[in-house]
Nanobody
Framework: VQLQASGGGLVQPGGSLRLSCAASGSRFTLNAMGWYRQPPGKQRELVAEISRGGTTTYADSVKGRFTVSRDNAKNTVYLQMNSLKPEDTAIYYC?????????????WGQGTLVTVSS
């Protein structure tokens, strides 16, 4: 299963961006999907994740500002980011747990850069 992320860019503090991540492959079923980020000089951290049924989890630092959603028919996960802060600057990676019996696995997207700066 391959993941292709898009939607990053440069935005001013207080602005918004929407990231998308589409999964492709043969005969797979997606389970949980999510977004991680890696700020400059720091380790990768969880931003948000969503189960196949729509249950969501968020990092405390983004609660109330970011919203994760998915379209199971399109095999796509989204991250709506509002009220962006300079500390949100990072490379954002999507991931997805999947199964294509007898295989199961986790795939990662290539990363998309989000820069929050005036």
């Amino acid at each position: 299963v391959q993941l292709q992320a898009s939607g990053g860019g440069l935005v001013q503090p207080g602005g918004s961006l929407r990231l998308s991540c589409a999964a492709s492959g043969s005969r797979f079923t997606l389970n949980a999907m999510g977004w991680y980020r890696q700020p400059p000089g720091k380790q990768r951290e969880l931003v948000a994740e969503i189960s196949r049924g729509g249950t969501t989890t968020y990092a405390d630092s983004v609660k109330g500002r970011f919203t994760v959603s998915r379209d199971n028919a399109k095999n796509t996960v989204y991250l709506q980011m509002n009220s962006l802060k300079p500390e949100d600057t990072a490379i954002y990676y999507c991931n997805a747990d999947w199964w294509a019996l007898p295989e199961v696995g986790r795939s990662w997207g290539q990363g998309t850069l989000v820069t929050v700066s005036s």
